[in-house]
């Protein structure tokens, strides 16, 4: 069983930067890892994924704005949020995929003046 800490979010003001991050506790190397995020009254939606040595998926309203990053040999994914608006407000979820989807629990992510 893999399970995903995450770390990071909180309060920002438009414009501000924000950084989350997500470790995975598996013994294997996860072959994709990536940030979906839930506004209150929306689905949930992917932010950016990363497969192991693939290219990086960003959905477009973040494009130029977030950064995802990971480390391989940690199982660890990093989000770097720039320029934040205040529809970046959401819960933020870490993803993980090897053979089975994994979530992490959540985290808040609010940008308000």
């Known amino acids: 069983q893999v399970q995903l800490v995450e770390s990071g979010g909180g309060l920002a003001q438009p414009g501000g930067s924000l950084r989350l991050s997500c470790a995975a506790s598996a013994t294997f190397s996860i072959a994709v890892m990536g940030w979906y995020r839930q506004a209150p009254g929306k689905q949930r939606e992917l932010v950016a994924r990363i497969p192991a040595g693939g290219s990086i998926t960003n959905t477009d309203s973040v494009k130029g704005r977030f950064i995802i990053s990971r480390d391989n040999a940690q199982n660890t994914v990093h989000l770097q949020m720039n320029s934040l608006k205040p529809t970046d407000t959401a819960v933020y979820y870490c993803?993980?995929?090897?053979?089975?989807?994994?979530w992490g629990q959540g985290t808040q992510v609010t940008v308000s003046s």
């Open positions: 993803y993980a995929w090897t053979y089975q989807d994994y």
